[in-house]
């Protein structure tokens, strides 16, 4: 009876759970949202874009545009693009070290399309020559570490190899903590704030290091060439790079050089995804649009007209269909139903699928 009286009421720290009441002050203590000290390498918003431009904060939706302002954009992206270099050809590569579980009957559509993904990934890192020795791997949006762990394979004959995984969400089923040659080191931190140079291990090891990703989503990315490029290699107090390794779609040997170079970031390999989470503020690009004559709202624009691409060709039911396989795979934080991606968005444009593409 005594039990039954007891009451329960929202934790203070986080609503979304209860605790007693005459246990409050002990649940503070130890509640997992309790205010934590930061570590050593946490720079409050460090890798952000500059704070000194006017940033809008209400957002242009495709639906709230007439059929002719959307048409105007579309002649405008039309017309600034016609000038630039054509794209880079798609190069799909593959490493030896993956082959085994790429043959393996056993694994499922989903499987087998992240094993491709890794393979090219760990392709174009042999093909820079980016998997030797003496490095320090910074895998960002880690997840479960599972591209590391392929480039730990890659390279185990090798010495010397340190792997940072960077994740900002709590992660089940991480495969670091099998590893046994290569030092595994969790960062339990969001991009946005991580100052490399003040890693401890960073900085007690000076390795080169070589910035990887495989579902790095939309600012993500900028988040983090700002991290690797413009915060990490102006401060590490190096000569200057000799050759930053960078996939230009050249097929000439880019090791050259490679004794010489004291670059703090040798080279960085990441695959691009979720165009329709960018955003300006962080984007790094945006010098090169204002270049354009173009601003904040052509930006939020051409990123949600990104989804085009590939909302365009879908049949009934496999938009849903890949959300739910993108949940089971716990890979993406997309949201399927923010991108635009119904016929709404074209405004009666009348475009066909190619034209959206």
Known sequence: QETNSRRRIPCPLDPKHTVYEDQLEKHIKKCNSREKP??????????????????????????????????????????????LDPPLPD???????????????????????????????????????LLG??????????????????????????????????????????????????????????????????????????????????HLCGAGTDLA????????????????????????GDPTDNAEGKSTN??????????????HRCDWHHYVGRDFFLKLGLGQREFEVFQRMSSWATCGSRKPGQVLNEKRELEETEEHDIDLKNTDCSSEGEQGLALTVEERE
């Open 91 to 129: 190069r799909k590569l593959c490493h030896s070290a993956l082959q085994e579980a790429l043959n393996d009957p056993t694994n499922g559509d989903t499987a087998f399309k992240h094993l491709k993904q890794q393979a090219s990934i760990l392709g174009h890192l042999d093909r820079l020559g």
């Open 38 to 83: 930061q570590p050593v390498f946490y720079v409050q918003n460090v890798n952000s874009g500059p704070e000194n431009i006017g940033i809008c904060k209400e957002q242009v939706s495709l639906s709230s545009l007439s059929k002719e302002d959307l048409q105007k954009l579309t002649e405008t992206l039309l017309r600034v693009t016609s000038g």
């Open 225 to 248: 060439l700002r991290c690797l490029v413009q915060n990490y290699s102006n401060r590490v107090k190096e000569p200057q790079c000799n050759r930053l390794k960078i996939e230009t």
């Open 133 to 214: 020795t003496s490095h320090c791997f910074v895998e960002f949006g880690a997840g479960r570490g599972k591209l590391s762990h392929w480039v730990n394979i890659a390279i185990e004959n090798t010495d010397n190899v340190h792997f940072l995984l960077v994740e900002r969400a709590t992660t089940r089923f991480k495969v670091d903590g099998k590893q046994k040659k290569s030092t595994f080191e969790r960062l339990h931190i969001d991009i946005q704030h991580l100052s490399l140079g003040r890693v401890l291990s960073l900085v007690q090891k000076r390795l080169p290091v070589i910035g990887i990703g495989k």
């Open 262 to 275: 004291t670059c703090p970031v040798e080279g960085i390999v990441i695959a691009l995804c979720c165009h």
